[in-house]
């Protein structure tokens, strides 16, 4: 089943899943919470071996996804993105590359690149077809604790000189979000803010949504 794909959203919460926070059992109410209260973008992070899992969470994922009109991102797998037909994949610097990704998903696909702290990257990456660039980690991170600071104002460097959508990383709560913004992140992506307490998703995710108005 062939969908049109869904575009790049120009702001807004970026959730991204993790499956050491969200019991399976749970995983779509849980998801479908968040998606209907205002996410606006979508990333399926599984760091496990289960394939099985991962497909059948990533499939049933995008289904839901497009009933709310939010893109569904897989990270890091191009060939999951595909199986699933996902509307992207975020890739790293350790992953394929963006023009293998664009290769194998097509032009319409979005494809999100981790730029770290490196705005020299992003550049390049835009200059590539890149459709954004995240940036971090801004804050302490649980899911990524080595990850090494960034500095705010790459943020309002970036907005300077890049013209696709930014978006900020790392350790993102509802208070320090607004200092992201408005630094220049165009985008918030949020793992442990959102999915830590799971019963609090509509409130929560409110809450950060009522940042962008």
Do not use: W
Request: net charge positive; hydrophobic share 45%.
């Amino acid at each position: 089943m062939n969908h049109s794909p869904l575009i790049m959203p120009q702001s807004g919460l970026y959730a991204i899943t993790d499956n050491a926070l969200i019991l399976e059992k749970n995983f779509l109410f849980v998801l479908e919470q968040a998606l209907k209260t205002g996410v606006k973008l979508l990333q399926y992070r599984d760091k496990s071996q289960n394939k099985t899992l991962r497909f059948t969470q990533a499939r049933q994922l995008q289904r839901l996804c497009h009933v709310y009109g939010v893109p569904l991102i897989i990270n890091d797998d191009i060939a999951l993105a595909k199986a699933v037909n996902a509307d992207g994949v975020h890739l790293g610097k350790e992953d394929a590359s963006l023009s293998q990704a664009r290769q194998l998903l097509g032009e319409q696909a979005i494809i999100g690149i981790s730029c770290y702290q490196s705005l020299e990257y992003a550049v390049a990456m835009q200059q590539q077809g890149a459709s954004y660039v995240a940036f971090g980690r801004f804050f302490p991170s649980r899911t990524k604790p080595q990850a090494l600071p960034a500095p705010f104002d790459l943020l309002s460097r970036a907005r300077q000189q890049l013209s696709l959508p930014i978006v900020a990383i790392g350790g993102i709560t509802v208070d320090n979000g607004p200092q992201l913004i408005k630094a220049g992140a165009q985008l918030l992506a949020v793992v442990h803010g959102i999915f830590a307490q799971p019963e609090q998703i509509p409130i929560t995710v409110q809450r950060y949504v009522d940042l962008f108005k």
